[in-house]
């Protein structure tokens, strides 16, 4: 059964998302459905709703599923990425750093750079416009979901932002204190932490949450391992 929290959009309507385990993510609002990073070995895809929209952040494996992608994806639905996720997949858009796309009415996505900023770190996410992250503006609702990333300068240029979904787990993206920090700079209602497993280290989500008490940010803990 995939956890799912309800939000309530700035135009009055429901929006669901729905928290596929690490860096997987489904939203649901006004009948479309978007992924971001569908992976099959951290869920149960048999009875999923098909993709009017499939985002994916970067090529490593646990985000990157393209068998479940095709066998997610609509007939007329699409799929974003980076260059090398639609070389790689063989079709879909590519959306370079920056890059700024108007879906229709409902949503619009920017893509925002991401990788790592601690020495020794660069092998896993370099800092060359490979990966990205994405900010949803999906009926109002303004959502950073940041892929593999640890604090950079686009992302604490954010702001006015509603919901945001960050990485904790060690080695390859946020230590608890830059999670900490980089909320506090965002300061959205919201925060999620999320890719939180799938390595020997195992981060401290509570002390995380309690660090965060009284900054004006509501930290929700889901099943994201």
């Known amino acids: 059964m995939t956890a799912t929290d309800t939000l309530m959009t700035k135009n009055g309507h429901e929006l669901h998302i729905g928290f596929l385990g690490h860096g997987s993510l489904r939203f649901d609002c006004l009948g479309r459905t978007l992924y971001i990073d569908p992976v099959a070995m951290f869920a149960d895809y048999t009875d999923a709703p098909k993709a009017d929209l499939i985002l994916v952040t970067h090529h490593h494996d646990d985000h ?78 303004r959502i950073y979901v940041s892929g593999d990333s640890e604090p950079t300068p686009e992302m604490l240029a954010l702001r006015d932002l509603d919901v945001v979904f960050l990485p904790v787990n060690q080695p390859y993206t946020m230590t608890v204190d830059q ?47």
């Open 64 to 141: 990157c599923d393209p068998a479940l992608i095709k066998q997610l994806l609509k007939p007329d639905g699409e799929v974003i990425s980076t260059e090398t996720v639609v070389g790689q997949l063989g079709y879909g858009t590519p959306m370079h750093n920056g890059e700024v796309r108007r879906i229709d009415d409902l949503l619009t996505i920017e893509a925002i750079p991401a990788y790592n900023t601690t020495a020794g770190r660069d092998c896993f996410h370099p800092h060359t416009g490979r990966d990205n992250g994405y900010l949803l503006t999906l009926d109002g609702v």
């Open 179 to 225: 999670a900490v920090a980089t909320v506090r700079a965002l300061h959205p209602a919201l925060f999620y932490p999320y890719h939180t497993g799938q390595t020997d280290f195992v981060t401290d989500l509570e002390q995380l949450a309690d660090r965060l008490n009284g900054s004006g940010t509501e930290v929700r803990i889901r099943p994201m391992a």
